[in-house]
Nanobody, 127 residues
Framework: QVQLVESGGGLVQAGGSLRLSCAASGRAFSSRDMGWFRQAPGKEREFVAAISWRTVNTYYADSVKGRFTISRDNAKNTVYLQMNSLKPDDTAVYYC????????????????????WGQGTQVTVSS
């Protein structure tokens, strides 16, 4: 079992930056795939970024590639999402997700492949 707590959301102007954090409690953080998803009002939850526990490879949605960076600090049991050049379309609730230990995703963008979720943090980008 793992508990995930997101932080770092807020209101920012277009072109600005935010860094989201997701602190994980529980065991085996270093052997879990971690992902970020987001959900805007009236829309489905969509993939943003993920990082593999095994290879530390990173994966991004096309809409955020080149602007967002996912990283992890296994010593702190934390995964980060650095968001630069923010746009109003990035406005959403951002959720952190984790997989089971030593279990790799076959499709990092598929939310159904993640087993644990945080409560989310609101990001609002004004134009």
């Amino acid at each position: 079992q793992v508990q995930l707590v997101e932080s770092g959301g807020g209101l920012v102007q277009a072109g600005g930056s935010l860094r989201l954090s997701c602190a994980a409690s529980g065991r085996a953080f270093s052997s879990r795939d971690m992902g970020w998803f987001r959900q805007a009002p009236g829309k489905e939850r969509e993939f943003v970024a993920a990082i593999s526990w095994r290879t530390v490879n990173t994966y991004y949605a096309d809409s955020v590639k080149g602007r967002f960076t996912i990283s992890r600090d296994n010593a702190k049991n934390t995964v980060y999402l650095q968001m630069n050049s923010l746009k109003p379309d990035d406005t959403a609730v951002y959720y952190c997700a984790a997989g089971r230990p030593s279990n790799s995703r076959t499709n990092y963008a598929n939310k159904d492949e993640y087993n644990y979720w945080g409560q989310g943090t609101q990001v609002t980008v004004s134009s």
